[in-house]
């Protein structure tokens, strides 16, 4: 699980998750797995006026690239910003993902 989350992560990062994990109770992760599972929010995003940033993580094991393609045919104002890493981009790189967000908000004024 760790791997397709975040690749070679840290042991910091390992243990931090690992803690997470096992003090969740088994129902909680199943109905979350389940709640997921069965999202679909794309009709939602046609009514999203407000600029949109997607970072894809381009090793993301979870989540097809193909995906960010999809969404912007529900909301094509969605900035797609592919950034290298795993599907957990933002635990394993947040300074990156942070120069992207923050680079994106000048940007658009927010």
Known sequence: M???LFGTASPT????????WHSLPQSVIVSRL????????????RSVAAPVLYLQAQQ?????TAIGQELRRYCPQMTL??????HGILQRYPEESWREISRWLLLHHC
């Open 2 to 4: 760790q791997t397709l």
């Open 13 to 20: 990062l390992r243990k931090n998750f690992e803690q997470v």
């Open 34 to 45: 389940q709640l997921l599972a069965n999202l679909d929010c794309t009709e939602s995003l």
């Open 60 to 64: 993301d094991l979870l989540v097809p």
């Open 81 to 86: 910003q592919p950034l290298p890493g795993p």
